[in-house]
């Protein structure tokens, strides 16, 4: 599966949300999510878990460029059984944990996600999925014109996933030196 995604700071939650409702984007749902990042070599892989939420955990490949503009991203959703077939049974390496409470909006085919990241602040994203009624050219299209709507609201664009922005404010874990 494929879609656009774009990401920045979110300066002033109430503005977005007062934005959300005067483009008749309307609240679906706050969702408490765990995502844990594991260490797969050339892509990504989450477990994404829904705080309070009877649902399984889902885990999600993908790949997409590091770069603030909107970028396409590649995905593959699996359960947890189809993710222990896929990358094995063996516990894989814990990267980092991203923590948040992510309001979502929809607007047409673009899911607008409002997030606060514990450690990080408070963030915009915007996915759209690329479907057979909407090309990459109409997901980018309905991408900027959101941009244009929000603009007030934000702040800094932002290249990377919010694993990286966790990465780096924690310091590298430093060696520890044997006793003399």
């Known amino acids: 599966m494929q879609n656009i995604e774009f990401k920045a700071e979110l300066r002033d939650p109430a503005l977005a949300r007062t934005i959300c409702g005067s483009i008749d984007a309307p609240f679906v749902a706050t969702l408490r999510q765990i995502d844990t990042y594991y260490r ?3 892509a990504k892989l989450k477990k994404r878990e829904l705080v309070g939420a009877a649902a399984p955990p889902e885990y999600i490949f993908y790949s997409r460029p590091s770069r603030s503009r909107p970028k396409l991203s590649n995905y593959t959703i699996y359960t947890e059984a189809q993710a222990l077939d896929r990358f094995g049974a063996s516990p894989l390496p814990i990267w980092v944990v991203v923590k948040k409470s992510r309001d979502l909006h929809m607007y047409k085919n673009v899911r607008i ?3 606060s990241v514990e450690g990080l602040g408070h963030f915009i994203e915007f996915e759209a999925v690329v479907s057979p009624p909407r090309n990459m050219a109409a997901c980018h299209t309905l991408i900027d014109e959101l941009r244009r709507l929000f603009a007030p609201a934000l702040g800094e664009l932002i290249a990377c996933g919010y694993a990286e922005l966790l990465a780096a404010e924690s310091p590298a ?3 520890t030196q044997p006793p003399r």
Do not use: A, Y
């Open 40 to 42: 797969v070599p050339d």
């Open 113 to 115: 996600h409002l997030d």
């Open 173 to 175: 874990p430093t060696p």
